[in-house]
């Protein structure tokens, strides 16, 4: 069984870098695509983007320009990087795998990573 | 981006009552050169992350149970369970695939009566 772990900061301050990190379990992360998605609290869901193993990326347009994906096959990790925060950025972080056929449904979710920014 | 808008925003049904929540799309999801609709359900229950329901539109994902049936074509789906049990209390949302930016409906809220 495929199993998704979020990790990093729950707090960072306006206009810093968010980085938060996704271990693979139980599974290969060879031969995915791997997604992030939040979710503000209290409301729905958004597409960030989406990662290949072999490091080929596709990014929200919405978030293209503060957005970096990074993918360590060797530690069966991939990552996100968010710049320039904002208070609106304050969301639960859930990472996700693409559908083993590779089309762009979501068939395992990590628990989510609760991320506030404020001062 | 494609919109996905759901319908309604919220939902009240006796236990073993029929639900249905809808979902249209502001261009078609059907893809002409494999007839295949490019739409999944999410169901989200609270403190937890989504759990896919249904892909291609009507294709259950495994261990779901089968009064969850996906239906629907081009620019208009539904999702309907057919008895509801208290467990199915939560949100539902919509996907589609077709091209990114993957985009999700606004969800539904599903309670009881």
């Known amino acids: 069984q495929v199993q998704l772990q979020e990790s990093g900061p729950g707090l960072v301050k306006p206009s810093e870098t968010l980085s938060l990190t996704c271990t693979v379990s139980?599974?290969?992360?060879?031969?995915?695509?791997w997604s992030w998605i939040w979710q503000p609290p209290g409301k729905g869901l958004e597409w960030i983007g989406y990662?290949?193993?072999?490091?080929?990326?596709n990014y929200n347009p919405s978030l293209k320009s503060r957005v970096t994906m990074s993918v360590d096959t060797s530690n069966s990790q991939f990552s996100l990087r968010l710049t320039s925060v904002t208070p609106a950025d304050t969301a639960v972080y859930y990472c996700?795998?693409?559908?083993?056929?590779?089309?762009?449904?979501?068939?395992?979710w990590g628990q989510g990573i609760l991320v506030a920014v404020s001062s | 981006d494609l919109v996905m808008t759901q319908s309604p925003d919220s939902l009240a049904v006796s236990l073993g009552e029929r639900a249905t929540i809808y979902c249209k799309s502001s261009?078609?999801?059907?893809?002409?050169?494999?007839?295949?609709?490019?739409l999944a359900w999410y169901q989200q229950k609270p403190g937890q992350p989504p759990k896919l329901l249904i892909y291609?539109?009507?294709t259950r994902e495994s261990g779901v149970p089968d009064r969850f049936t996906g239906s629907g074509s081009g620019t208009d789906f539904t999702l309907t369970i057919s008895s509801l049990q208290a467990e199915d209390v939560a949100v539902y949302y919509c996907?589609?695939?077709?091209?990114?930016?993957?985009?999700f409906g606004q969800g539904t809220k599903l309670e009881i009566k």
């Open positions: 996700v795998r693409l559908s083993g056929s590779g089309q762009g449904y979501f068939d395992y």
């Open positions: 139980g599974g290969s992360i060879s031969g995915f695509y």
């Open positions: 990662i290949y193993y072999n490091g080929n990326t």
């Open positions: 261009q078609s999801l059907l893809f002409s050169s494999n007839n295949k609709n490019y």
């Open positions: 291609w539109a009507s």
């Open positions: 996907q589609h695939y077709f091209t990114a930016p993957y985009t």
